[in-house]
């Protein structure tokens, strides 16, 4: 666990706390949490899906809510809408699955074809 705390960005806080046995400051702990979920989408955000071949890039920009602060009150996730609906299992899978780009329909599947010119891939 003292291992985990180094990618935070107060990291060497928490771990002396942890090896002291001192109480962690939980509010702190939960803003770096945050900061460091946020990351790979900071890095995603302002890039062109497009032109870019990451998922997370083409999941950012069309599908994410937007950011709230770090320092935000709020729970870290929010329950998507179509998640609450009353839905077969199966659309609730195939919905999951065009969101995150894990579909078999040409769009995803001739993106990384081997023809080098982008113009000419699906």
Not at 22 to 42: C, E, G, K
């Amino acid at each position: 666990m003292k291992n985990a705390f180094g990618y935070l960005q107060n990291g060497t806080v928490y771990r002396s706390d942890l090896l002291q046995c001192r109480t962690l400051n939980i509010s702190n702990l939960r803003i770096d949490l945050r900061f460091r979920h946020q990351a790979v989408w900071r890095e995603a955000h302002g890039q062109d899906p497009c032109s870019c071949l990451k998922k997370s890039v083409a999941y950012h920009n069309r599908f994410a809510l937007p950011e709230r602060p770090v320092d935000a009150r709020a729970p870290f996730f929010v329950l998507l809408e179509y998640l609450k609906m009353a839905l077969s299992k199966n659309i609730m899978r195939n919905v999951a699955r065009f969101r995150i780009r894990g579909h078999g329909l040409k769009c995803e599947t001739g993106l990384y074809g081997r023809s080098p010119d982008r113009s000419a891939r699906v």
